[in-house]
């Protein structure tokens, strides 16, 4: 406990809540922007079991903001130097790497192992298949969604019941298809503001602590350091 002592001091913590952080099992989805730092986070505070989703290798343009990757790692599969490095920071954690693309055959087998789930990806069809499969499963699914200087948060599927539906509707994200990191960009810091949010709603969910953001979207300006949250209304 040693490791955590700092943490273990915060009065919704203490060692029952590090207990707890211990023996959470999470499933990140991309091991890319946002992956990369909230997988940092979140094996630094000492979530027992990480399982990483991911089919990329890296790639020159990666390392702008995917920063446990290095030059001599390029064309190395993602998952596995995202797993030796986070070996390295916390050796006392469980890490399951995946490298392959989430899709309908492997989605529910790999869901169902774990009780967090956290969408990391910059694929429409990706997003739509974790959120129809985390409300199934009634799988809290902590959301964030990057571009240019924006960034999208939510708890999923959580004690209010919202779904993905409620905010984007499949029609809605597939509309928008085009408009990803990819062809409009991403500034390296919106990917970590977002990330460590999607952290500290990961551990919130784990301590059992309310969030404003289970039921509420937050949209984050960067450029103009603008926050603003949403209230979601339940689809009928």
């Known amino acids: 406990m040693q490791r955590y002592q700092q943490q273990i001091l915060v009065p919704q913590v203490l060692k029952g809540g590090q207990e707890k952080i211990g023996n959470a099992k999470v499933l990140i989805i991309g091991a890319g922007g946002l992956g990369v730092p909230l997988a940092t986070y979140l094996a630094s505070a000492g979530v027992g079991h990480i399982g990483i989703v991911d089919q990329d290798s890296i790639s020159i343009t990666n390392l702008h903001r995917q920063f446990l ?34 899709d309908e055959n492997n ?103 309310e969030s404003n953001l289970d039921g509420r979207l937050l949209c984050m300006d960067t450029l103009n350091n603008i926050f603003k949250s949403f209230k979601i209304k339940k689809s009928c």
Not at 70 to 99: F, S
Not at 148 to 167: F, P
Request: charged share 20%; proline share 1%.
């Open 69 to 102: 990757y290095t030059t001599a790692d390029l064309n190395k599969n993602k998952v596995d130097i995202l797993k030796e490095r986070l070996q390295q920071i916390n050796p006392e954690i469980q890490i399951t790497t995946y490298c392959e693309k989430l």
């Open 107 to 209: 989605a529910m087998a790999l869901i169902e192992n774990y009780g967090i789930l956290c969408d990391c990806t910059d694929d429409t069809e990706t997003r739509i298949l974790i959120g129809t499969i985390s409300a199934s499963l009634h799988k809290p699914l902590v959301y964030a969604a990057v571009l240019e200087w924006t960034a999208y948060l939510t708890v999923l599927n959580h004690k209010q019941g919202i779904t993905l539906e409620d905010i984007f509707s499949s029609q809605a994200l597939r509309e928008n298809d085009l408009n990803t990191c990819n062809n409009s960009g991403i500034i390296n810091t919106t990917c970590g503001t977002a990330a460590t949010m999607q952290a500290s709603e990961v551990l919130k969910i784990i301590l059992d602590l």
